[in-house]
C-alpha cells in the first residue's frame, strides 16, 4: 500500500514564501495524479493544485501564486507557495490516484500570520 508523508509546514508571514514535499514510499508514475488538497478547521476540503504527467492546474484562489512540481527519482510532489495570504491558512494534504484508489498523506500544518 502507498504511504504518502507530507512536510514543510509551518507559521509563514504574509506575502513570504514556503515549500510542501510529499514523499511516497513507493514508486511512483507521471501518467498517476497527484495533488495537494486543503482544509481549514470548519470548512471542506478544497483543491489546491494537480498534476498528471506534464499537466498542471490550480484552484482560481491559488493560481500565479502556487506551483505543483514532481520529482520522479525522488518520488516526490511539492508544492511552491509564494505570495502567501493568511487566507492560504489549513491543513495542506497530499494525494494520488492509483487505479481505483485515492491514498492520502496525514497533513502538514500551514499557518499564515503576522
Known amino acids: 500500500q502507498v504511504q504518502l508523508v507530507e512536510s514543510g509546514g509551518g507559521l509563514v508571514q504574509p506575502g513570504g514564501s514556503r515549500r510542501l514535499s510529499c514523499a511516497a514510499s513507493g514508486r511512483t508514475f507521471s501518467i498517476e495524479p497527484m495533488g495537494w488538497y486543503r482544509q481549514a478547521p470548519g470548512k471542506q476540503r478544497e483543491l489546491v493544485a494537480t498534476?498528471?504527467?506534464?499537466?498542471?492546474n490550480y484552484a482560481d484562489s491559488v493560481k500565479g501564486r502556487f506551483t505543483i512540481s514532481r520529482d520522479s527519482a525522488k518520488n516526490t510532489v511539492y508544492l511552491q507557495m509564494n505570495s502567501l495570504k493568511p487566507e492560504d491558512t489549513a491543513v495542506y494534504y497530499c494525494?494520488?490516484?492509483?487505479?481505483?484508489?485515492?491514498?492520502w498523506g496525514q497533513g502538514t500544518q500551514v499557518t499564515v500570520i503576522s
Open positions: 498534476i498528471i504527467g506534464g499537466g498542471t
Open positions: 494525494n494520488l490516484l492509483r487505479g481505483s484508489y485515492i491514498y
